[in-house]
């Protein structure tokens, strides 16, 4: 049985072969053609894990070779009839350990190619490339012209004060000298709430002019940016939603001629430099005098256009002294102190200095429409 081990070559000599074959009667041809068959089928077994196609077409080939309908192992199944009985079993269990690493390989085979494609594919990456650009989104035209003014007025001193929108009578109309038959009282003009009518949506920031007032001792130097509501139908013109900012100024001495000053500070900086103001006489329950506030149109600068409508004025809110009521109903010494106080619309001056003609495009949110504007006013 000696020679019956693994490696017979090595035991392939003439001497022990004609000991063996006088002893066990095995033909040396015989034995010898086995091995051939057992070497070749090593062989291929070596080749198969030493395959290293490279490329999709040698990829394939080794597939057709080792695994396709017509592959190289199957024949060797049937040689298994040269094989001696004792080395049957061994032999079957070669070839099929062949069968089986050439599927492994087969598998270990594809996937490199699929990982040496994949990183093909990010080698391809150029990263000097230019950079896709990204929807960084900007402000709404409403922010960016409330920003500008809230800025404008910080720059000389006033401080920003910001409170509800549901409001209630005394604050929004009573302590602001407003009588209780005065139309902006009206369920026409003002949204109460319905389940409690002593509420209402503001409709001025003056209501935090109010509260301002109640909360702090003069000196007061503040502006009130915020939105209000009035019930307007709705049209290219009015909204039932819109901002606000107002501005207060109480101290001692505080004359008409102050808030001249700071509106003509306030139309230069947000208009430009040749912008002249003019107050026109006009009435508000909480200011007297009053004046509505006009600026030189700063689109035509005076030759007239459609958005002055060829007047070479255009208005942008309202103002005046605070009238001694409203002091004394916060508790402010009205024989001591004197203020003024303006208003103005954020969506009348975005619409002035964008040329927006119809109001209802600033609350419609259509992204086309908002990302025209940059914070460069
Ligand atoms: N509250 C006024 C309005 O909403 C604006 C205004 C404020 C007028 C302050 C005069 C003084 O129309």
């Not at 230019?130 to 409403?142: F, K, T, Y």
């Not at 960016?144 to 004060?161: H, L, P």
């Not at 004359?255 to 001249?260: E, M, R």
């Not at 070479?312 to 106080?341: H, R």
Request: with cysteine; proline share 4%.
């Amino acid at each position: 049985m000696l020679l019956i081990g693994k490696d017979v070559t090595f035991a392939i000599q003439a001497e022990q072969i004609l000991i063996c074959s006088a002893c066990f009667k095995i033909n040396i041809e015989t034995l010898i053609m086995a091995q051939e068959i057992f070497d070749k089928v090593n062989n291929i077994l070596t080749e198969i894990k030493n395959a290293q196609p490279s490329g999709a077409e040698e990829l394939e080939q080794f597939r057709i070779k080792y695994l396709g309908a017509k592959n190289i192992l199957k024949p060797l199944f049937g040689e298994i009839r040269n094989i001696p009985n004792e080395r049957k079993k061994e032999f079957g269990q070669l070839v099929n350990s062949v069968k089986q690493t050439a599927e492994a390989r087969w598998e270990a085979l594809k996937n490199q190619a699929a990982d040496a494609e994949e990183s093909a594919e990010a080698n391809q990456l150029d990263v000097t490339a230019p950079g896709e650009p990204l929807d960084i989104g900007s402000r709404h035209p409403v922010s960016i012209v409330m920003n500008r003014i809230v800025e404008t007025f910080s720059r000389i001193g006033f401080t920003v004060a910001q409170d509800r929108e549901i409001e209630d009578d005394w604050h929004n109309f009573t302590a602001l000298n407003t009588p209780e038959d005065h139309p902006a009282r009206d369920m026409q003009d003002t949204y109460y709430l319905l389940h409690d009518t002593e509420k209402l949506l503001r409709t001025h920031t003056s209501s935090v002019q109010i509260r301002t007032m109640e909360q702090q001792k003069p000196p007061i130097r503040a502006i009130f940016p915020g939105r209000v509501y009035r019930n307007e139908t709705i049209s290219a013109r009015a909204h039932c939603q819109f901002h606000q900012v107002e501005g207060l100024y109480i101290d001692e001495n505080v004359s008409f001629a102050d808030l001249k000053q700071t509106i003509e500070y306030f139309a230069k900086e947000m208009f430009g430099h040749n912008t002249k103001i003019r107050l026109r006489p006009s009435f508000f329950p909480f200011t007297e005098p009053s004046a509505e506030v006009d600026i030189s149109c700063f689109i035509c600068g005076g030759d007239g256009c459609n958005v002055c409508k060829y007047t070479s004025w255009v208005e942008i809110g309202g103002c005046g002294m605070v009238d001694p009521n409203v002091l004394e109903n916060c508790g402010i010494d009205a024989q001591k102190y004197t203020g003024f106080a303006f208003g103005m619309g954020v969506e009348r001056i975005a619409m002035l200095k964008y040329r927006i003609n119809d109001i209802r495009l600033l609350f419609e949110n259509d992204v086309r429409f908002l990302k025209q504007f940059t914070s460069a006013l």
